[in-house]
């Protein structure tokens, strides 16, 4: 855990959660968000995707965006904030504006997709699916990848498969976030 003194960098620590559609992402990140947390650990997370349905026609926040022509909209309130509209045409906020902005205060950011970023991964891959494997896809990316989580147990890669039936899965892929992104001296994981 952080010193409560200690200078905080603007962009914490980053994991990023990658796969195909319906792999298990949200499944993964969930898991490692609750068992980050159940080890003191301050997280946040921050989901990339297309087509977020939280606008809903006909409320306020609708109309100050859609029938007032606001940019944004911000709800605010005693439980949480919301902030709803566009950055401009083709414009989408980079993930280290993002969580500079709304996620600085995080020991560690669970982020799920952004696939094509720079920071640590963790892959969700399920062959029976049909998708090939991200991992060794993009070289230059090969380097970011911490593991791979999958219900195969014929993966031979230069990283760590974990399978996602496991039942020390979370510890797993937490050891691996504290030892890789949060300083911690041990695993977790044999």
Known sequence: MKDSHQEKSKI???VSIIGWKNSGKTSIAVGLVAAL???G???MSLKHGHHHDIDTPGTDSWKLRHEGGAERVVLSGPEGFAVMGGWGPDIEMSLEEITSKYLFEADIVIVEGYKDSFI???EVWRPGNGDPLLY???DSQKDYYLAVVSDS???NISIPVLHLENPDLFDCLVGLVETSLLGSKESGCE
């Open 120 to 122: 640590p991964k963790i």
């Open 41 to 43: 650990w301050r997280v």
């Open 37 to 39: 947390k159940k080890r």
């Open 12 to 14: 914490p620590p980053m």
């Open 136 to 138: 060794g896809s993009k």
């Open 153 to 155: 147990r014929d993966l």
